[in-house]
Nanobody
Framework: QVQLVESGGGLVQAGGSLRLSCAAS????????MAWFRQAPGKEREFVAA????????KYVNSVKARFTISRDNAKNTLYLDMNSLKPEDTAVYYC???????????????????WGQGTQVTVSS
């Protein structure tokens, strides 16, 4: 069992930056592939970024490439998402996810997600 708690969301103007954090507890954090998803009102939850257990591989959805950076600190059991040049279309609830296997990063979908956080709201004003 893994518990995931996101923080760092808020209201920011377009062009601004935010850093999301996801604190993990329970089973060893370092064995999991970790990811961020987001869900905007009226839309399905979508993949944003993922990172393997040793940070050897990262993947991003095209819409956030060069603007967002996913990283992790296994010693602190924490996942991060640095978001720069934010746009109104980035407005969504952002969720942290953990996958003990490799389906998440292979498919860049919610397939294989074993655990979800409760989400943190990010609102980007124009």
């Amino acid at each position: 069992q893994v518990q995931l708690v996101e923080s760092g969301g808020g209201l920011v103007q377009a062009g601004g930056s935010l850093r999301l954090s996801c604190a993990a507890s329970g089973r060893p954090f370092s064995v999991y592939t970790m990811a961020w998803f987001r869900q905007a009102p009226g839309k399905e939850r979508e993949f944003v970024a993922a990172i393997t257990w040793n940070a050897g591989v990262t993947k991003y959805v095209n819409s956030v490439k060069a603007r967002f950076t996913i990283s992790r600190d296994n010693a602190k059991n924490t996942l991060y998402l640095d978001m720069n040049s934010l746009k109104p279309e980035d407005t969504a609830v952002y969720y942290c996810a953990a996958d003990l296997g490799d389906r998440l990063i292979a498919t860049m979908t919610s397939q294989g997600v074993d655990y979800w956080g409760q989400g943190t709201q990010v609102t980007v004003s124009s």
